[in-house]
């Protein structure tokens, strides 16, 4: 745990000692650099979040942007995902890129390219910090289905193959008695993918998006109408949910996906038949992600001592509000008079 005033030396010190580069439409700052700076803060203390021997499992995120004066612009930040519950706060989160541009394959490849080569070093050969201590570093990647698409090269959810992890195509999606294990969608992919450091199975389907889909009100009303709840997402520790909880999860949503698009349950027309609304069609790539791969996601995070609650983007949203705010007002990208480095 930090204290606050540790906190504020942190950033104190990324203001003072980094410098932030501004090339063509963004801002960036050297992820090693900030390594380097929160590792002594990270390992020190009383309660230190990593010690010798861990590996930093650092976790990159993405958030596209309208950010007001017709501006878009897309934000790329990092957060270390030893640090448990912590990422969740916004100033846990660190932006390493603020870009202007529309949220879109051309303009993260340009993204891309700037942090390539600084990431496969860091992936290959980890990172060495003042005391000579060595890091191996693992990336994962986390954003909406949109960001994450693009940043995977992949076609949108409305394609014949849809899914970030297999080929499943639209209209097998219904079929819950298919098996779809995260091998890849190679029919699917358009494009390389723009952070080839991340390894598929370390893409993570961020937590506050299903939960958005899964308050959606129609749905909500039907869930309850079958007295299925998701407690499960809210209720889950830190330590995560035991392997049991998510294999009888995984066998839930998959039944409840069957009710789903079920026509209508028990007697038609009697006093206690639900009627289906729903058709085969309209079972969502949502779904098919909910069912085929986040139980996967969950079983393999769990086996790091992570969780799947600590991939939720709703931090990095609440930062790209807070950031874009600053960095409109200090550079001339936004229109702005004066023009300072862009710092967080
Ligand atoms: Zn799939």
Not at 203 to 231: A, C, G, Q, T, V
Request: net charge positive; glycine share 8%.
């Amino acid at each position: 745990m930090i204290s606050h005033e540790g906190r504020y030396q942190t950033q104190y010190v990324i203001y003072t000692e980094i410098n932030n580069y501004e090339v063509g439409n963004g801002a960036y700052r050297s992820l090693s650099i900030l390594l380097k700076v929160l590792i002594p803060v990270w390992k020190g203390g009383k309660n230190p979040v990593i010690i010798s021997g861990d590996t930093l499992y650092i976790k990159l995120g993405g958030d596209g942007r309208n950010g007001g004066r017709k501006q878009n612009h897309v934000m790329i930040t990092f957060c270390l995902l030893n640090e448990k519950d912590n990422v969740l706060k916004p100033d846990h989160q660190y932006s390493i890129c603020l870009y202007i541009g529309k949220e879109k394959y051309e303009t993260l490849d340009k993204v891309g390219k700037i942090f390539a080569v600084q990431l496969a070093d860091l992936k290959e050969s980890g990172i060495i910090d003042g005391d000579g201590v060595h890091w191996p570093i693992k990336f994962y990647f986390s954003g909406d289905w949109k960001f994450t698409y693009i940043i995977m090269g992949l076609n949108a959810p409305n394609s014949e193959y849809f899914c970030l992890f297999c080929e499943c195509d639209a209209k097998s999606r219904h079929n819950m008695d298919l098996s779809w294990p995260p091998t890849g969608n190679i029919r699917g992919k358009k494009r390389v993918s723009l952070f080839p450091v991340v390894d598929l199975h370390s893409y993570i389907p961020d937590e506050l998006h299903i939960l958005l889909w899964i308050s959606d009100r129609k749905l909500k009303k039907k869930m309850n109408d079958l007295n299925i709840h998701f407690e499960f997402y809210r209720g889950g520790s830190a330590r995560g949910n035991s392997e049991e909880e998510i294999s009888k999860f995984e066998e839930d949503v998959k039944n409840w996906v069957r009710t789903f698009c079920w026509p209508t349950i028990g007697q038609m027309n009697s006093a206690t038949s639900i009627p289906g609304l729903y058709r085969k069609e309209d079972v969502t790539p949502y779904m098919h992600m909910l069912t085929m791969h986040v139980p996967y996601c969950m079983h393999q995070l769990k086996e790091k001592g992570l969780s799947l609650r600590l991939f939720s983007t709703s931090s990095i949203e609440k930062k790209n509000h807070n950031q874009v705010k600053l960095f409109f007002r200090g550079t001339t990208m936004g229109g702005g008079k004066k023009k300072t480095s862009c710092c967080l």
